[in-house]
């Protein structure tokens, strides 16, 4: 089960919100302890995820997001289909899936449904 792709999805909601807290107040703010709570959170998550993982995570991350959703077989992070056949395939196999188009990890419906029944709000796609 590619449930390191769930970890992914929620260090990835952390780091945004990490990063748009530094956009918006342009420093640490008095939400100074979220922002220690989150990075613990981050340190955390990070701690359960492989390091080839991580370091593609990172780089990924860098460049907007890292993990998107797939819509309509259609990956959101590049917009560009991605066959059936490649779908189910990422579906069954025990590796985490990613686009073949441009590498980001992929939170496919299967896994999107246990994690949103968590009931927080998904980040508005930007
Ligand atoms: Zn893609």
């Known amino acids: 089960m590619p449930e390191k792709v769930k970890l992914l999805w929620q260090l990835q909601e952390l780091d945004i ?4 807290s530094h956009i918006v107040h342009g420093k640490v703010h008095d939400n100074e302890k979220d922002v220690e709570e989150i ?9 359960e995820i492989d390091a080839n993982m991580l370091s593609r995570y990172d780089r990924l991350i860098k460049q907007g997001v890292s993990v998107v959703h797939v819509n309509d077989g259609m990956c959101m992070g590049c917009y560009i289909s991605i066959p059936v ?4 395939r990422m579906k069954s196999s025990t590796t985490e899936p990613a686009c073949p ?24 796609s930007s």
């Open 85 to 88: 056949g490649d779908l189910n």
């Open 101 to 124: 188009h441009c590498g980001r990890f992929l939170m496919l419906e299967h896994i999107w449904e246990e994690v949103s029944g968590g009931g927080n709000q998904s980040s508005a």
């Open 39 to 47: 990075s613990e959170k981050v340190a955390k998550l990070r701690s």
């Open 17 to 20: 919100t990490l990063r748009e």
